[in-house]
């Protein structure tokens, strides 16, 4: 075989072995082995969201996550993904065999799913990379879905009849540039591979789907086995450390030494944070706080009504702790990130009851691990005319707080989060209130008569997103709203900032140096103002990026670039600090 023959199959080759049999008790291929890796004993998959650990088995209930638009409508699936558990490394063949036990019971699918790259996570979009997803459905068929990297959906979707219920073991085989499907060793069918293992590594996920029973137990992963074929290596990696290197020439250090507690920070996502070293270097080394770009949003961690789950959030929480950083925690109560099952009921008082114990319940599950809260994020009016004609400027349309409760709404998401976390800081966060106009009076106004009833509000967050030049707005007026807050007792913080800039945008990297910079100074000028954080730190991973395209176009609106390296705004953010 010449060399681009053998290079082409160990980047493509990939044998995941799952023999499929109702009722039988049989292997199936590839298992039993002395060479076997068993990945499901020997490893960690207590973080896995939506599944139990008990005696070595994984129970597998239905999360139903789902990602919804801006405008609530939608739902792109959100299945997750083993993080904090092993993955693999291979340079070649390999075969996994798993066990299923329960499967087809009370009408749901059930599904192993292989990543051959982690999905990215934006703020209303999730980015599938190559994987592949197999399982069975609840009408006794074995089913195989193929993403390839290029759109939301399978690029291929096959079904093998095969009779499957009770406790199955599954088979899939990659053979050069085809997945064989076989049943306890009797073949079902072919599959192309468009090189979804192409860079050789398989990250796990599991998936239950609930079906007509919503209250089904799910289904149980009983064995995951892995081998290499012959010839060929297969390593395990476990989970990377959390603790970063730390570094005297950082913002997290300068800020150490402005003469006062002052946080720099940043929103983080754990999918990269895990699976990307660099972006786990940066992230523990420069930055003293951390804010969750989606993991603490309802539709992430409360996705049916009686299920929580805090797998995703309570990583970002160890992260930071392993790293001596705080958690600004984002957010309680908003009109976005909510999963649908939050807007089907009109009864007033029944909305306020799931408002009331989700903030008891997510604020008490972080009760003394984070520092602040996001408590109401963005309630004033994207409505121009509401600011006119007597609503005071705050958000009525689609938002089922308003609508249930009018402002008391506010009142009462502050009493519940001091409630369950006394000794957390509880912001407001809010957008465009960094410029003059009717937008920051009403903010304004609303502060006062907060505090004039006693609500417990400790702050604003000034969100500073920047997306267009008509949205950089003059430090000094920035300021006077800073200044205007420490007069009603109230501290302030830049929460969000980003600033993109277009690629005809004359000296565009330098007016986003100074725009971070002139944001960061008034910050660490005023008392009241007590950490400055921008919205992602790498356009890698940047929220601005152009989603929903395949390949996603970066953007270019924070510090570092989309290969890590810092831009001018980093050094001017590093110069500021050391001038305070």
């Known amino acids: 075989m010449d060399l681009g023959g053998r290079l082409w199959q160990r980047l493509t080759a990939v044998v995941l072995v799952m023999a499929v049999a109702a009722g039988c008790t049989g292997q ?26 008990r005696n070595g088995i994984l129970r597998v209930s239905a999360l139903d996550r789902h990602i919804v638009e801006q405008d609530s409508s939608g739902g792109q699936p959100n299945p997750p993904v083993n993080l904090a558990g092993p993955h693999l490394e291979s340079d070649g063949d390999f075969t996994v065999t798993a066990r299923m036990s329960g499967v087809g019971d009370n009408g749901g699918d059930s599904w192993l799913r292989l990543y051959g790259r982690v999905p990215v996570i934006y703020d209303e979009w999730r980015q599938e990379r190559p994987s592949l997803r197999v399982g069975v459905t609840a009408d006794g068929h074995a089913k195989v879905q193929i993403w390839d990297g290029e759109g939301d959906e399978p690029a291929t979707s096959e079904d093998f009849d095969c009779g499957c219920s009770g406790t199955v073991t599954l088979a899939v085989s990659s053979i050069g540039d085809t997945f064989r499907v076989t049943a306890d060793g009797r073949r079902l069918g072919t599959v192309r591979d468009p090189g979804v293992f192409a860079e050789g590594t398989v990250w796990f996920g599991l998936e239950a ?21 012959s010839g060929d290596s297969l390593r395990v990696i476990k989970a990377p450390q959390l603790r970063q290197e730390q570094s005297d020439d950082s913002l997290r250090a300068r800020a150490a030494d402005v003469g006062r507690p002052f946080d720099v920070g940043t929103a983080l996502a754990e999918n990269p944070l895990l699976t990307d070293s660099r972006y786990r270097a940066l992230a523990g080394s420069q930055f003293s706080m951390l804010t969750p770009e989606n993991a603490f949003k309802p539709q992430f961690l409360h996705p049916r009504r009686e299920v929580y789950d805090f797998r995703d959030a309570d990583l970002l929480v160890r992260f930071a702790r392993a790293n001596d ?4 925690a984002h957010t309680l109560v908003w009109h976005e990130a909510l999963p649908h099952w939050m807007r089907v009921n009109d009864d007033p008082e029944q909305v306020r009851r799931t408002m009331l114990s989700h903030i008891a319940m997510v604020a008490g599950h972080f009760k003394g691990k984070v520092a602040e809260w996001d408590v109401v994020n963005e309630p004033m009016s994207d409505d121009d005319t509401s600011y006119t004609n007597g609503d005071l400027g705050l958000r009525s349309e689609q938002s089922p707080w308003f609508e249930a409760m009018g402002e008391e709404y506010i009142d009462e998401a502050f009493k519940a989060a001091h409630r369950a976390d006394p000794t957390a800081r509880l912001f407001l966060n809010e957008y465009g209130i960094e410029e003059e106009g009717e937008r920051w009076d009403a903010l304004y106004d609303l502060v006062k008569r907060l505090k004039e009833r006693g609500v417990p509000i400790d702050g604003v967050g000034f969100q500073n997103h920047e997306y267009a030049p008509a949205d950089r707005i003059d430090p000094e007026t920035f300021r006077s709203h800073v200044q205007d807050l420490a007069d009603l007792g ?14 005809d945008e004359e000296n ?11 944001k960061l100074r008034v910050c660490l000028e005023e008392p009241n103002c007590t950490s400055f954080s921008t919205w992602g730190f790498t356009d890698r991973y940047g929220s601005t990026t152009d989603t929903k395209t395949y390949p996603p176009r970066t953007a270019d609106s924070l510090p570092w670039d989309a290969a890590l390296r810092p831009k001018p705004a980093y050094e001017r953010l590093l110069e500021a600090l050391d001038e305070a």
């Open 508 to 518: 565009g990297r330098q007016t986003q140096a100074d725009e971070m910079a002139g």
């Open 325 to 328: 950083m705080k958690v600004h």
């Open 490 to 503: 109230i501290q302030a913080r830049v929460s969000e900032m980003d600033v993109p800039i277009g690629e």
């Open 209 to 229: 789907e609930a079906g007509e029973d919503e209250r089904r137990e799910g289904w149980r992963l009983t064995q995951l086995i892995a081998r290499a074929a």
């Open 28 to 53: 199936g291929e590839g298992a039993g082995g002395e060479n076997d890796e068993d990945l499901l004993r020997n490893h960690d998959w207590t973080q896995l969201p939506g599944t139990t650990a």
